[in-house]
């Protein structure tokens, strides 16, 4: 292979700058976090909502649930990361537009952040249903005959639940937002993607840079798993067959 | 912006007809090839063999903590070392596409095979049935029946997923689209056809799993 | 658990353990000769360089030369026909793929750049550009000075990034940079108003301004913030390949041809729309053409 070698690039200094190419990437490391668990904060906020709408017995929540979650899962992330960036702007006011274009703060970020998290809430939503679709009918019909109203019911009885039984297959949504976080580059987020392509155009040292990625992303995801794991022991509901990731 | 010039689509749709067309190539493929692996993946994770298990569980883990571009981009770059010759980007993603998956249907076939009750193993070693016969005739159509609609959804996931061969210049739909928005310099309006396009197959897709949902469903 | 990811981490060791055993076949010529064909890598959107037209076939200034190159190789190896494959590189790829073997000829719109010397070699340079910016009309800016504390748009892994990077330290100018994924996307910004100026190689802007849909707001201005000389790309190491190729090259340039066809490229309507670039001969290409060089583009820019 005639592929120049040079291990020591990480340390060496950028070009026109005083930083050294590992503090880009644990730059981008930084912003891939934040980007990761902002998203997921809203994915879970909206997804276990959605979810439990989708579960209701009546139609006009279901539908408008269903309606989410189609949205949302059935166009590429990539495409919608840019529609959400380039095109929805352009539907504001004049004034209001130009305030998201220039002087929103940290507006890749939000962007990047909102959108992962809405894709990913289609995914949770749709993990929630099938957790309150696994509780026994029992379950619903005993809390409303005690008395209790249906925003009740869910509050007290089927979500508490349902939440625990869906922790396992969460876990590999959990993953899958980091992982996705990296199409957060097309829109000039500076997180992990990006920084790896500025260093190696930087540096021309293209495959030493991938690996030093593809290990940190696989760092992050296997973190992830492992917490999940974690909390899915700990809140494991008593009495139902038990089975670990 | 202002206005759109939605003119564009017209030149475009020669292009996204041929990347449509690889589209689907790459996905019945990378969807066939990944089942069949994925299952045989499955078979050995939960094998009592402690290697051969071990070895599948880190294929799959590794598959699966990893970006699916950066997966496209390794693939890329070392496989012309293993088969000694540049195999061409559409290759390449088909190979890469249909290994990536696998892990993932092999996750898939795993729970379904542990989905079928132990009663029909007990049963069917009981008829005589040797190990290999009880997995072909009796576990793996169940497991494959319960777990259909999952496999599909998944695979609806994989033809969204083939838009990230645009890292290795592969030229899929979405590619197709990018190369007219940019050489016509009209990259909004491409992108809004393929959202639209992306959408109405996707969620013709989902319809059609959720009606098959209902018919295979075994009752118990 | 540690040892399911020891299992992972030692399964990654020998996958990347792979390429080592790979052995390098002596040489582009006898490669070309032994299988009978060569593989141009081709960019999809380097207009006007190498770029696909409404055909969806490879076309462009650097396409030309590279078939000019491929004629001369003809001659050279005694071969009566020679099968041309073209395959698609972006700017992430391009230099894996020459070092790995795929690609034989880079027929793109790639800087010839020290770093980069490092890894491959450059056949004469054979296109200059410089690095400015494109404004608004109606905003008025003339320089860079102006820019500062506004958002200024570039490509992702793109020279310009460094280059705006080190303006910035040297003349105290604080500039918000946006990255878009590529030329149009950063372009784009610009239309949009995410930024007020797009700093990039002068020929690539010209492209986006003439595309776009209303060309006459638009302008090239200010400093040149780089010379940068962009050439045909090839592995490094394989003098007898490099002979051929640079030959090739220099003999357009003595025979004036290379001139047509600069001008049917850069001066004449080009598809896929039929705008033309009006984009004449820099002065810096006109003395390359007389005197052909493949020095990389530090040679030009050191003060």
Known sequence: ?245 | MGEFDFTVWQPSLPFIRDGLLFTLRLTLVAMSGGIVIGTLLALARLSPVAPLSRIAGAYVDLMRSVPLVLVILWFFLVIPFISGAPVGAETSAIITFTAFEAAFYCEIMRSGIQSVPRGQVDAARALGLGQAQTMIHVILPQAVRNMLPVLLTQTIVLFQDTSLVYAIGAKDMLKAADIVGKNYNRPVEMIVLSALIYFVICFSLSLAVKQLQKTVAIIR | MIRRAAAVVSLTLVILALPALAQDAGGTLKKVRDSGSITMGIRESSLPLSYLDDKQQPVGYHIEICNRIVDALKAHLKMSALKITHTPVTSQNRIPLVTNGTVDLECGSTTNNEARKKQVDFAPTTFVTNVRMAVKKASGIKSLSELNGKPVATTTGTTSVQLMRAHEKGKHIDFKEVYGKDHADAFLMLETDRAVAFVMDDNLLAGLIVTSKNPNDYVIVGEVLNIEPIAIMLRKDDPAFKAVVDDAVKALMKSGEIDKLYAKWFMNPIPPKGASLNFPMSDKLKELIKTPSDAPAEAYNRK
């Open chain 1, 1 to 245: 292979m005639n592929y120049h070698w040079n291990w020591g690039i990480f340390l060496e200094q950028v070009k026109g700058g005083d930083e050294t190419y590992l503090d880009w990437l644990l730059t981008g490391l930084g912003w891939t976090l934040a980007v990761s668990l902002t998203a997921w904060v809203i994915a879970l906020t909206l997804g276990i909502c959605i979810g439990a709408l989708r579960s209701m017995p009546s139609r006009l929540p279901v539908m408008l649930g269903n309606a989410w979650v189609e949205l949302f899962r059935n166009i590429p992330l990539l495409v919608q990361m840019f529609l959400w960036f380039f095109v929805m702007p352009e539907f504001l006011p004049r004034d209001w537009s130009l305030w998201v274009k220039q002087d929103m703060p940290a507006k890749e970020f939000l962007t990047a952040a909102l959108c992962l998290g809405l894709f990913t809430s289609a995914r949770v939503a749709e993990q929630v249903r099938a957790g309150v679709g696994s509780l026994p009918r029992g379950q619903r019909d005993a809390a409303l005959a005690l008395g209790l109203t249906l925003p009740q019911t869910y509050r007290h009885v089927i979500l508490p639940q349902a939440l625990r039984i869906v922790i396992p297959p969460l876990t590999s949504e959990f993953m899958n937002v980091f992982k996705n976080s990296s199409v957060a580059f097309a829109i000039g987020v500076l997180e992990l993607t990006f920084q790896a392509r500025q260093m190696q155009e930087d540096s021309e040292q293209g495959i030493e840079t991938f690996l030093a990625v593809t290990l940190l992303y696989f760092i992050c995801a296997f973190a992830a798993n492992r917490g999940m794991v974690l909390i899915e022991a700990r809140t494991r509901v008593p009495g139902l067959i038990a089975r670990t990731g």
